[in-house]
């Protein structure tokens, strides 16, 4: 078949897809008027998840598992926004890993507050500023973000969602070759992930690496210097337009960070394949043994603890820790349920949501 003959196939079928997403697009407007008159929640990620494991199941195509769900978080964000549009507040700044997490997540087309810390990605959550807000809480290199994990017992705020992104760097300039660049900005961390690209590439070069403040602002120092490239996140690369020359040149190919996307009113309902997170402030820490009997409760009614993370009472004069609990299932199972029943005040519930890591 000749290649004129191949595009315009391609062309009738973009046509008919474009008739089939504005149908779509129809119906969500319809949802999203019954929705607005009984003030129902929008943002259902264990219905997105029950539509992507579908679409998975019945695909038999040369479409992946990532393409589909990459194609299907697009459509969700723009319906999303046609029924009802929604503020996101994430930790700046443009460019970083936790824009790409939000947009991944949102899509291109929603709103965003780009805020300078955790503390006001919260604060504009619970205030009502915005609707949702995007954070790191994990990195599986370098632990978990203390400051969200804080924040977490402080705020009166839910886990609506996780996303786990794999963390990926470019290599960005406007040189086309790596002789005329003298100058390479990046975070100081990045520089250390991607130290064998540094070595075997830049080797016998007389390049100066700069550590800036953030990956965003290599990439816009970048964009303004035709000498000089910057080592950050494609999403950083493409908001400032600079021509990527490499990319996925991370030491690691198992470098992920975790992002959790809060919210004050949102409760999901059971999807099946949930995750609870919750706070756990046990009675009389000093006494042999509370940590063991709080954490057989799990064991004895066979729910998989997957991270149990300790941080100290701020405020307190002595040596008191709390603990940041994560385990499979959702706040309605019954065994859940019993362990917050019987601890009652000790535990605060900090949401279930669909398990993604």
Same mark, same amino acid.
């Given at each position: 078949?000749?290649?004129?003959?191949?595009?315009?196939?391609?062309?009738?079928?973009?046509?008919?897809?474009?008739?089939?997403?504005?149908?779509?697009?129809?119906?969500?407007?319809?949802?999203?008027?019954?929705?607005?008159? $009984?003030?129902? +929640?929008?943002?259902?990620?264990?219905?997105?998840?029950?539509?992507?494991?579908?679409?998975?199941?019945?695909?038999?195509?040369?479409?992946?598992?990532?393409?589909?769900?990459?194609?299907?978080?697009?459509?969700?964000?723009?319906?999303?926004? *046609?029924? *009802?549009?929604?503020? +996101?507040?994430?930790?700046?700044?443009?460019?970083?890993?936790?824009?790409?997490?939000?947009?991944?997540?949102?899509?291109?087309?929603?709103?965003?507050?780009?805020?300078?810390?955790?503390?006001?990605?919260?604060?504009?959550?619970?205030?009502?500023?915005?609707?949702?807000?995007?954070?790191?809480?994990?990195?599986?290199?370098?632990?978990?973000?203390?400051?969200?994990?804080?924040?977490?017992?402080?705020?009166?705020?839910?886990?609506?969602?996780?996303?786990?992104?794999?963390?990926?760097?470019?290599?960005?300039?406007?040189?086309?070759?790596?002789?005329?660049?003298?100058?390479?900005?990046?975070?100081?961390?990045?520089?250390?992930?991607?130290?064998?690209?540094?070595?075997?590439?830049?080797?016998?070069?007389?390049?100066?690496?700069?550590?800036?403040?953030?990956?965003?602002?290599?990439?816009?120092?970048?964009?303004?210097?035709?000498?000089?490239?910057?080592?950050?996140? $494609? +999403?950083?690369?493409?908001?400032?337009?600079?021509?990527?020359?490499?990319?996925?040149?991370?030491?690691?190919?198992?470098?992920?960070?975790?992002? *959790? +996307?809060?919210?004050?009113?949102?409760?999901?309902?059971?999807?099946?394949?949930?995750?609870?997170?919750?706070?756990?402030?046990?009675?009389?820490?000093?006494?042999?043994?509370?940590?063991?009997?709080?954490?057989?409760?799990?064991?004895?009614?066979?729910?998989?603890?997957?991270?149990?993370?300790?941080?100290?009472?701020?405020?307190?004069?002595?040596?008191?820790?709390?603990?940041?609990?994560?385990? *499979?299932?959702?706040?309605?199972?019954?065994?859940?349920?019993?362990?917050?029943?019987?601890?009652?005040?000790?535990?605060?519930?900090?949401?279930?949501?669909?398990?993604? $890591?």
């Amino acid at each position: 078949m000749e290649l004129n003959d191949l595009r315009n196939r391609i062309d009738k079928l973009d046509d008919q897809m474009l008739t089939l997403l504005n149908e779509r697009m129809e119906l969500v407007k319809n949802i999203g008027e019954v929705k607005r008159a $009984s003030k129902t +929640i929008i943002y259902r990620p264990e219905r997105e998840k029950a539509i992507l494991d579908r679409l998975h199941k019945s695909n038999n195509g040369l479409l992946t598992r990532n393409a589909i769900d990459a194609i299907f978080f697009e459509i969700f964000a723009v319906s999303r926004n *046609l029924e *009802l549009p929604e503020r +996101i507040a994430y930790l700046g700044p443009e460019g970083s890993f936790t824009h790409q997490a939000a947009e991944g997540r949102f899509g291109a087309m929603s709103e965003y507050l780009v805020l300078p810390t955790i503390h006001s990605v919260f604060e504009s959550v619970e205030t009502g500023r915005a609707r949702f807000g995007v954070v790191p809480i994990e990195n599986n290199q370098q632990g978990i973000v203390v400051e969200t994990a804080d924040y977490l017992r402080e705020k009166n705020l839910t886990i609506v969602a996780e996303v786990l992104l794999p963390i990926h760097f470019t290599f960005s300039s406007q040189s086309d070759s790596l002789k005329e660049i003298k100058r390479i900005y990046s975070k100081d961390i990045a520089f250390r992930q991607c130290g064998k690209f540094i070595t075997e590439y830049l080797d016998g070069l007389d390049i100066e690496l700069v550590p800036v403040e953030s990956t965003s602002k290599a990439a816009k120092l970048a964009s303004q210097e035709v000498d000089s490239a910057a080592i950050g996140s $494609s +999403i950083s690369a493409r908001l400032f337009g600079v021509p990527i020359l490499f990319d996925n040149i991370e030491d690691s190919d198992q470098n992920k960070t975790r992002f *959790l +996307i809060l919210s004050k009113d949102v409760v999901n309902a059971k999807s099946g394949a949930d995750k609870t997170t919750i706070i756990a402030n046990l009675p009389n820490t000093n006494r042999p043994g509370v940590l063991y009997e709080f954490l057989k409760e799990f064991n004895d009614r066979g729910i998989n603890l997957t991270k149990v993370e300790s941080r100290p009472l701020r405020g307190e004069s002595a040596f008191r820790y709390w603990f940041l609990v994560e385990f *499979l299932g959702h706040i309605e199972d019954e065994g859940v349920h019993q362990i917050m029943e019987k601890y009652g005040s000790h535990l605060k519930w900090v949401g279930s949501y669909v398990r993604i $890591s």
